[in-house]
């Protein structure tokens, strides 16, 4: 629209008008009474109609700058709806197989209390045990149900947030996602790039940038007001009693009309308009730069947040071999008769606990990932890892 605004505008009309005209019309009524006019009178025309205002100042070069700023902003603010959907995605996918694991997790730490628990009543029946070891494993089995339902709350709420964000029906997208996967592996390395491109690839900053750029061009449309406008309009075409005559020579007309305007005075309008437009330049200006600022702090946390995530996964994947070690020399020990059965259960609960805990470790870098690829701008591809 606004391109348009440099290019000349032809229209063609076409009429056709039948009037009669009063026959006591002054100066005219002696010729009615001669004959000599018709008060009945036909006109057929046929014109072509241009007019175009020559941007000498630039206001219309301005405002095609400032259009094409504000629809690149457009642009760049529908990516970061984009991206923060596909964020969000994998955001609550991870949370969603998170959670099958934790429940998992917690079925196998809840079959191994049961052990326990039946363990313990051989003891009290046989009184090697106590009671009080009965109601202690009891408590803890009761427990360790009472924390499966939350995470099962949590994976059917992260599928349903799955399918708002998808577009599908919640109990389609939950029975899909029913089946138990394991978490996906994050990349071994993030292609972050240069700090340059980084900001090229946000969003948020390319809006802010383009807003800038039409601002910038607004102050450009509102300056050229104060010079004069030249336009140049013309018409073509013919006019004549009956339709077989209009396309005589006699019947052609045109008309040409070079014009120009100026607002010489407008009483302070146009300075006030120009002011405006510069205190506008200037507020986009300190959005860009905060926008810039923001940018670069958040992918600075991003990047610590993702790194102290991984770090805390694979330590508890070092805790998580320690502890399969254990289980197994307990068990060894066991089959030697120097440790007891209810040893081997509890170590074997404190594994199925550690698995529950590099679950959520595991689900932490994958989050992590998903803000620092939407931190960054995404717009680069990922390798997972084979680990």
Known sequence: MAESR??????ANGAYNQVRISENFPVLDRFFGRGQVSPEQELYSATFDAGWEIDIFGGARRRVQAAAGRAEAAEAGRRHVLLTVVAESARNYVSLRQSQEEAAALERSIALQEDTVALARDQDE?????????ERSLAQLRALEAQLPPVLAREAAAAYRLAVLTGRQPDAVHRELARRKPLPSPPDLVPTGLPGTMLKRRPDVA????L?????????????RLYPRFSLTGAAGSQAASFTQLHATESGT????????????QGGRIRAAIDAAEAGRREALAAYRSAIRESVAEAEGALTRYARAFQSRNKTAGSLRHLEQAVQLARDAHDAGVVSFLEV???QRRLAETR????AARAEVLIALASLNKTLGG???LKASSG
């Open 212 to 224: 800038l750029q039409a601002a910038t061009a607004e102050v450009g449309v509102n300056v050229a």
């Open 254 to 265: 045109w008309m040409i009309a070079p014009g120009i305007r100026w607002a010489a005075f």
């Open 356 to 359: 529950q805990q590099l679950a």
């Open 126 to 134: 046989s009184g090697v045990g106590t009671r009080l070891a009965v």
């Open 379 to 381: 717009g680069w591809p």
């Open 207 to 210: 809006r802010a940038e383009r």
């Open 6 to 11: 440099l290019l000349p505008t032809v229209s």
């Open 345 to 347: 259960l509890e170590a």
